[in-house]
């Protein structure tokens, strides 16, 4: 794949892959998958009656992967090289400055030598200092409860292979979810320290739908006249980064997109 395209690999895997990959966790095309197990034919001589069990360790085996997502996760993170050179003169180890992370690394801690009391891994750290080892998802509850009533409404019209198909996918769903609200209030003590922060930096991180919430939380507890100074790559992304920010509620003023290699000076 990595010859269609004039990027190095890293590039391709945050452009293409990384930016939108928990969104697209729950981006299944439930009609197409529904339509082909329904269409399924067994090949009993009885006819396909009684066939739940079967097709329930069938679709296990097909989607069970994803219960090891975070593992294969983790696995990806430990072979990210952090032993690099200082890149930015913005994170400083002599400063109170509080940091919220998403990336899973410990190169705050290693190499700018900020002080592991002042960093808030959100979801988890490949260190062991850390309770919590890395967690991704998605944050569509609402899918879940929607395959959930469909696949109750195919049980009760004994429609085996539908009722089969919607409980495999609300397994998928399940086991792809990424709880925010859970994180937050496990770490409100962290959010609560944000009073005294003035500025705000947002910077590699792609203001997904999945992570808004953070966002949300972050607002709740700063003063309203704190600046944020948001950092864009992709051409496009500081409007659509602009619009994010202002739908927490931030005013226009208080905003200053950035293109990242400013940061990295």
């Known amino acids: 794949m990595y010859n269609f395209f004039p990027e190095s690999?890293?590039?391709?895997?945050?452009?293409?892959?990384?930016?939108?990959?928990?969104?697209?966790l729950s981006g299944v095309n439930e009609v197409e998958i529904i339509d082909g197990a329904n269409s399924i034919d067994m090949g009993l001589e009885g006819g396909d009656i009684e066939i739940e069990d079967t097709l329930n360790d069938y679709w296990e085996e097909q989607y069970g992967f994803i219960e090891r997502l975070n593992e294969f996760i983790n696995l990806w993170i430990?072979?990210?090289?952090?032993?690099?050179?200082?890149?930015?003169?913005?994170?400083?180890?002599?400063?109170?400055?509080?940091?919220?992370?998403?990336n899973y690394t410990l190169l705050l801690e290693k190499i700018y030598?900020?002080?592991?009391?002042?960093?808030?891994?959100?979801?988890?750290?490949?260190?062991?200092?850390?309770?919590?080892?890395?967690?991704?998802?998605?944050?569509?509850?609402?899918?879940?409860?929607?395959?959930?009533r469909r696949?109750?409404?195919?049980?009760?019209?004994?429609?085996?292979?539908?009722?089969?198909?919607?409980?495999?996918?609300?397994?998928?769903?399940?086991?792809?979810y990424k709880d925010v609200q859970h994180y937050i209030f496990e770490n409100r003590n962290?959010?609560?320290?944000?009073?005294?922060?003035?500025?705000?930096?947002?910077?590699?991180?792609?203001?997904?739908?999945?992570?808004?919430?953070?966002?949300?939380?972050?607002?709740?507890?700063?003063?309203?006249?704190?600046i944020w100074n948001v950092y864009w790559h992709d051409d496009g992304d500081d409007i659509i980064f602009k619009q994010k920010i202002m739908s927490l509620g931030i005013n226009n003023e208080n905003i200053n997109l950035i293109m990242s290699k400013e940061f990295f000076k």
């Open 9 to 24: 690999k890293k590039e391709v895997v945050e452009k293409y892959l990384w930016k939108e990959f928990e969104n697209n």
């Open 78 to 102: 430990n072979q990210i090289n952090i032993d690099v050179d200082k890149k930015t003169n913005i994170v400083k180890s002599d400063e109170d400055d509080l940091f919220l992370l998403f």
């Open 190 to 226: 962290f959010f609560e320290r944000l009073n005294k922060v003035n500025k705000i930096y947002v910077i590699g991180h792609s203001l997904g739908k999945v992570d808004m919430p953070y966002f949300k939380e972050i607002k709740k507890h700063i003063k309203q006249d704190v």
């Open 151 to 176: 696949a109750y409404e195919a049980g009760e019209e004994f429609e085996e292979k539908e009722c089969s198909i919607c409980n495999a996918l609300a397994n998928y769903y399940e086991r792809s």
């Open 113 to 148: 030598e900020i002080e592991k009391y002042n960093i808030l891994h959100i979801h988890g750290c490949v260190d062991e200092w850390y309770d919590s080892s890395p967690v991704i998802g998605h944050g569509d509850s609402i899918k879940i409860s929607e395959i959930k």
